[in-house]
């Protein structure tokens, strides 16, 4: 499995903007699959966005298209979650995930390794 730690998190005012990171180690990132998910702990864990192994395609969830993107660069081991105009509703700690196989992820089930998660405030 590869490790994966979250880091770009923090406290930001409501229509602000955060840009996650996720750092893989142990194994090349352009194997896997790649995801973001986000929890409360009021919810399940949620399917935010998910990206193909080289980029080609990637799949936000509707409820978020518009305001967060994910993109990876390969060369770096690394994949980001651009998070626009901030909502109070956004506040969750955030997942990324790695999943073995081709195409896109959109369940849990799928990834094989997560990271710890990195903490999201967005004051009102």
């Known amino acids: 499995q590869v490790q994966l730690v979250e880091s770009g998190g923090g406290t930001v005012q409501a229509g602000g903007s955060l840009r996650l990171s996720c750092a893989g180690s142990?194994?090349?990132?352009?194997?896997?699959?790649m995801g973001w998910f986000r929890q409360t702990p009021a919810k399940e864990r949620e399917f935010i966005a998910t990206i193909s192994r080289s980029d080609e395609s990637f799949y936000t969830a509707d409820s978020l298209k518009g305001r967060f993107t994910i993109s990876r660069d390969n060369a770096k081991n690394t994949v980001y979650l651009q998070m626009n105009s901030l909502k109070p509703e956004d506040t969750a700690v955030y997942f990324c995930?790695?999943?073995?196989?081709?195409?896109?992820?959109?369940?849990?089930?799928?990834?094989?390794?997560w990271g710890q998660g990195t903490q999201v405030t967005v004051s009102s």
């Open positions: 995930a790695a999943a073995p196989g081709y195409g896109l992820a959109l369940t849990s089930g799928r990834y094989d390794s």
């Open positions: 142990g194994r090349s990132l352009s194997g896997y699959t």
